[in-house]
Each structure stands twice: as C-alpha cells, then as structure tokens.
C-alpha cells in the first residue's frame, strides 16, 4: 500500500522560502492519474488545502496563497515538493503530504488518504 | 468561499452510546461532504464521503447522512477507540474544511 513521508527544514526564517518534500513509497507517483497534495494544520486556521499536483500535467493551487505557491516532483526519486515563499508566522503549521483516495479502480481527487504522518515548520526568526 | 461549521465543538459520552455530529454550510453543496477522523498525534484518516459512502476499512458503526446544506456523521455504538476529532470537508468550489468536532469517549 502506498505511505507518503514529509522531510524538510523544522524552521524557516519570516521572508524566506518554505521547502518540503514527500517521498512516496508503495506505488509509483506517476503510476496512476492521482492527484498529490498539500495539506496543512494549525491552532488557528484548522486544516487548509494548499494545492495538489497531477501527472497529466495539472497543478492546482489554493488562491489564498497567490504566487506564493509551487509544487514540483521528481519522479526519479518517488517525491513531489512544495515550495512557499515569502513566509510569515502564519505559515508556521503541521504540513502533510496526501493523495487523492481511490476505491477500487475509481480515484476522488477532491478526497485525501492516504496522509503522510506530518512535519512541523515553524516560521521565526 | 464556502463555509463549514461543526456542533459541538466537543461531545462527551460513553462506550456503547451513540454519537450525533453536525456539519452545515453556508451554501448548497449538493452531497460533495466527507468526514476525517483524527487520532491525538495521528494524521486524518478519510471515514465518510460523497455525504454517505464510508471509505474502505471503516466499521459499520460509522454512517454518514445529509444533502445540501446539512449533514451529520453518527456513530454507533462509540469504542473507546473512535475518540478523536471529527472533521468535515466539502469539495464543491474548492476544498475546505470544518473546524472539527471533538469526541472524547
């Protein structure tokens, strides 16, 4: 079964670039047309859909965050990316990676399972 | 921006009992509702879609009703292990989520 893992910097300093990555294990990210995304967590806001990435060539981002946003992958290692520039305090959250969930043959790109376990990125100085 | 809200925001009851756990929005979604169930330190796990599907390995006890604006997640009868926060999330102009409902049991 497909498990996703986040890796990337615990602390990011305000005005710089957030960088995350998820390593996808279990299946190929490209094997399918499954939607990959970014997902985060706070206190404050709950939880916040952040953009997802499609091997059709499909990126999708949450106008919320404006052109602060891009994801990329690297299907030569199993992993897709989030890059947030310009970062704030508000941006310190729990960031999981997801996939969109399939049952059987059919995938839901608006539905997440599985998750990664999370990474905590903490924006200060 | 369409807009979740949950009631209560925390439920408290026993093993055994019956959980009723609300989600309205602020405009007509059709049935494009799912319900995440998130364990203490755990990432969500997807229980309930398209309002009244349960995902795959979700017990029988997890059922999922409503349309439109309303719509509730019950749980019946609650184990020890469901307490969690519940949340909602709609998918209908774009994906957001409810603020969560905690269930201690």
């Known amino acids: 079964q497909v498990q996703l893992q986040e890796s990337g910097p615990g602390l990011v300093k305000p005005s710089q670039t957030l960088s995350l990555t998820c390593t996808v294990s279990g299946g190929s990210i490209t094997g399918g047309d499954f939607y990959w995304s970014w997902i985060r967590q706070t206190p404050g806001k709950g939880l916040e859909w952040l953009g997802y990435i499609n091997f059709s060539g499909s990126t999708f981002y949450n106008p919320s965050l404006g052109t602060r946003i891009r994801m990329s992958a690297d299907t030569s290692k199993n992993q897709f990316s989030l890059r947030l520039s310009s970062v704030t305090a508000a941006d310190t959250a729990v960031y999981y990676c997801?996939?969109?969930?399939?049952?059987?043959?059919?995938?839901?790109?608006?539905?997440?399972?599985?998750w990664g376990q999370g990474t905590l990125v903490t924006v200060s100085s | 921006e369409i807009v979740l809200t949950q009631s209560p925001a925390t439920l408290s009851l026993s093993p055994g009992e019956r959980a009723t756990l609300s989600c309205r929005a602020s405009q007509d979604i059709r049935d494009y509702l799912a319900w995440y169930q998130q364990r203490p330190g755990q990432a969500p796990r997807l229980v309930i879609y398209?309002?009244?599907k349960r995902a795959t390995g979700i017990p029988a006890r997890f059922s999922g009703s409503g349309s439109g604006t309303d719509f509730t997640l019950t749980i019946s009868p609650l184990e020890p292990e469901d307490s969690a926060v519940y949340y909602c999330?709609?998918?209908?102009?774009?994906?957001?989520f409810g603020p969560g409902t905690k269930l201690e049991i």
């Open positions: 398209d309002a009244s």
């Open positions: 999330q709609q998918r209908d102009a774009g994906f957001t």
């Open positions: 997801a996939r969109d969930y399939c049952s059987g043959r059919i995938c839901y790109s608006y539905l997440f399972d599985p």
